[in-house]
């Protein structure tokens, strides 16, 4: 058995039928075009609050060219008039804009992962039905591992294949619908992997695999995919190195590339990816020496912000802590540090000062520079030689990556020099 998960579009639709036997368990997600489409009816309907018919006119327009089959036509009519009437409710009730848009993304899902179906007459799975999450003591949402793998079991073993499952959106133990993490689909497909044990798992995306690599360890790609560039998230990667089922991200859109494959194989040699827009902030004073927990106070206020750190370094002294975030994060994240100090008397921070700076992120990853003496040092010298000053760094112990903080200015200069290493 495969498992493979497809971005579909209607340009795509056939070669995705096509690539669909009675071995494969796939798993679709709409295209972000078609995605777009939807959140502006959630966004007119909810913040305008106007009727969206001709956003949804376009949308029931777009599926129905995809099949004439009769079944398939008249769900897609009666899934559209359901969004309309759930919409239309929205207007006038008070409700998280959050949970529309899950419920309403769910839907066109399910509507895409039926418009395969409609062409390959296979078994269909809602993917809510088999991503359970659920929310903690604080309120806050998790995926739920366990109660997931136990759900494919029952849904999935034994029912005839193929099968054709919606991707990316899960239910919580309330019964809401809710997005599975940054990129839910290849998760699922991953899952349902190594609880159906499956022989292997395809991506099909519409790239040359990860980055044009025709190879690389499960670590390796888990690096890479921490990008914000990544075709898919880290996440989606540790089902398949747990149950050490290999990986092929493949373009959809040209066969002449034979993938990417992710596995326990050989290392790669080192590659580099670079992150842009980003803000370094930098939080340091005599106030800090010594304070115990102000490492997980100063980062716990940002979760509490939503703010996402994409680098951290510190420094022995215990002087100062730097971390990167998005630019749009920044503002955001300032402001809740900030009232982090304001808020306890109990810190004696008059001293301390909250800087930042637009920056990149310039990272060297690989299996092969483990155990490898004087990678660091090459690394270093190679932008010191081009005059890019390194404005902070961090490597972690498994020594797999080294990451550089330089000015925004100079990461296209960084990121070229260090991939001609």
Known sequence: MIVKSFVLKQQSLGKIASLINEETVAVVRPQRKIEALFREAIRKTLQEKKQADDELALI????????????????????????????????????????????????CARMCAQAVNAHVNATFIDGTEIMLCRTDAHGDQHFDWQAS????????ADVPKPVIISGGYGR?????I?????????LMATLIAEVLKASSIEF????????????????EAAHYCASAKAPFSSSAIWPAKNAGI??????????????????????????????????????????????VGMSGAIFSCLAGAGVNVRFIAQTSSEYSISFAVREEDQLNAQEAIK???????????????VANQAVGIVTVFGSKMRNLPGTSGAVFGKL?????????????GEELSISLVVAADDVEKAYFLLGSM
């Not at 793998?149 to 999935?156: E, F, N, T």
């Not at 959809?252 to 902030?281: C, M």
């Not at 009232?339 to 000062?353: A, C, I, R, S, T």
């Not at 010191?384 to 972690?396: E, M, R």
């Open 172 to 176: 919580l133990d309330t019964g809401y």
């Open 384 to 396: 010191g030689a081009a005059g890019i000053n390194i404005i902070a760094s961090a490597q972690g």
């Open 204 to 219: 099909h995306i519409e790239d040359h695999g990860v980055n044009g690599i025709g190879a690389m360890t499960y670590d």
């Open 60 to 107: 029931q327009a777009y599926f129905l060219e995809m099949s004439d089959q009769e079944a398939y036509q008249q769900a897609v009519q009666n899934t559209v008039e359901s969004i309309a009437t759930y919409l239309r409710e929205g207007m006038y009730v008070q409700t998280s804009p959050y949970a529309v848009e899950d419920y309403v993304m769910a839907k």
């Open 178 to 186: 809710v997005r599975v993490g940054k990129d839910g689909a290849h």
């Open 246 to 291: 290999p990986i092929l991200v493949k373009d959809i859109a040209d066969d002449s590339f034979p993938g990417t494959l992710i596995s326990t194989g050989s290392a790669h040699q080192t590659a580099v990816l670079a992150d842009k827009d980003l803000a370094l902030i930098t939080v340091y004073g005599t106030g800090l020496l010594g304070r």
């Open 339 to 353: 009232g982090l100090f304001k808020e306890n008397p109990l810190l004696p921070l008059d001293d301390v000062v």
């Open 149 to 156: 793998r136990h759900q494919i079991q029952a849904r999935c």
